[in-house]
T-cell receptor
Framework: GDSVTQMEGPVTLSEEAFLTINCTYT??????LFWYVQYPGEGLQLLLK???ADDKGSNKGFEATYRKETTSFHLEKGSVQVSDSAVYFC?????????WGAGTKLIIKP | EAGVVQSPRYKIIEKKQPVAFWCNPI?????LYWYRQNLGQGPELLIR????????DSQLPKDRFSAERLKGVDSTLKIQPAELGDSAVYLC?????????????????FGPGTRLTVL
């Protein structure tokens, strides 16, 4: 079946560092891909999405490109802030169902 | 536009007691989902509604869990009786999907969740 694999955390960076959180997937069809973010004590917020190959999703300085050839959807940000500390989930849509990665905890130190 | 609303935000009960969670989806969204999220894990789908019909409840523990979505808008998820292992965050999400069309993006929007603690 379809699956999503994320890099394990926690990922600890200093403020203003470059961020990459790896996400790869396996899917039989052509899913949409998502990044969700969960701040401490809060629900899941849609961060960005891409619905077809080569699409780039972006929001709040974060970017991810749907790479069909490498089955990847890596999340990047050029300069992280303390407020970016959260858990980040990569997911794909298998028809109506979201298939989730395990989540990557990001810790940004001042 | 208001997001998905859930209440209560927190609930502490003793085991064997009943508990209910309420969700109001984004206006106009025809599809509603209930998830359970254990600490340090991704969400697990419990049930999905298309309008008022439960179209996927295969992961819902039907011996103690029940849900309803009267009139295809608000939804309630109930646990009776609660067990210690039910402690988790219960998330509601909604989306607008046109299932008969090929270009639906299946984008789900989540509420803040209800954190349940069973003592």
């Amino acid at each position: 079946g379809d699956s999503v694999t994320q890099m394990e955390g926690p990922v600890t960076l200093s403020e203003e560092a470059f961020l990459t959180i790896n996400c790869t997937y396996t899917a039989t069809g052509y899913p949409s891909l998502f990044w969700y973010v969960q701040y401490p004590g809060e629900g899941l917020q849609l961060l960005l999405k891409a619905t077809k190959a080569d699409d780039k999703g972006s929001n709040k300085g974060f970017e991810a490109t749907y790479r069909k050839e490498t089955t990847s959807f890596h999340l990047e940000k050029g300069s992280v802030q303390v407020s970016d500390s959260a858990v980040y989930f990569c997911a794909l849509s298998d028809n109506y169902q979201l298939i989730w990665g395990a989540g990557t905890k990001l810790i940004i130190k001042p | 536009e208001a997001g998905v609303v859930q209440s209560p935000r927190y609930k502490i009960i003793e085991k064997k007691q009943p508990v209910a969670f309420w969700c109001n989806p984004i206006s106009g969204h025809n599809t509603l989902y209930w998830y359970r999220q254990n600490l340090g894990q991704g969400p697990e789908l419990l049930i999905r509604y298309e309008n008022e019909e439960a179209v996927d409840d295969s992961q819902l523990p039907k011996d103690r869990f029940s849900a309803e979505r009267l009139k295809g808008v608000d939804s309630t998820l109930k646990i009776q009786p609660a067990e210690l292992g039910d402690s988790a965050v219960y998330l509601c999400a909604s989306s607008l999907e046109w299932w008969h069309l090929p270009n639906s993006t299946y984008t789900q929007y989540f509420g803040p969740g209800t954190r349940l603690t069973v003592l």
